[in-house]
């Protein structure tokens, strides 16, 4: 195991955060019906009630396949219904979207009291507000090109 501790603390960041997302995502979601990519569409739509798939997928910044994708799986297993028609798109969540959402929030819970064990609140503010400015600094970058 060291030489998997050893490789995961090389590996640049983005890659790092990344990787542990996605392990708590696997991990908290074990033994139910959904899936770890779920989990940021359930957020999204339950934030959101009433999104539409195009909204989602700018919100995300996934591709439109990608996210017809999930939102059909999410509709088929009954956890988000289309209340609109045609190719328009009202998603809400149902009764088992909002145990999906549960889980949603039990993952950015996990997420947050491990990356920040040992943090004191000003520092975690401090860590908010230059993320916050980092992503409009490359919001800024990429709207310039």
């Known amino acids: ?13 983005p890659v790092r955060m990344k990787h542990f997302i996605d392990a708590i995502s696997t991990d ?18 339950g934030r959101f009630d009433g999104i539409s798939q195009k909204d989602i997928s700018a ?3 996934y591709d439109k396949s990608y996210t017809t994708r999930i939102i059909n799986h999410l509709i088929e297993i009954g956890a988000v219904e289309n209340r609109a028609s045609g190719k328009t798109h009202s998603l809400h969540l149902t009764a088992k979207g909002m145990t999906a959402l549960e889980l949603s929030v039990r993952v ?13 609140e000003e ?22 090109m």
């Open 1 to 13: 195991m060291q030489a998997d501790s050893d490789a995961f603390g090389i590996m640049p960041f």
């Open 28 to 45: 908290t979601v074990k033994d139910t019906e959904f899936r770890p990519f779920d989990i940021p569409f359930i957020s999204v739509i």
């Open 59 to 61: 919100v995300l910044d």
């Open 108 to 120: 950015s819970e996990r997420i947050e009291e491990a990356m920040f064990r040992g943090f004191t």
């Open 123 to 144: 520092e975690k503010n401090l860590f908010v507000e230059l993320t916050s400015r980092m992503a409009k600094n490359m919001s800024d970058c990429l709207s310039e």
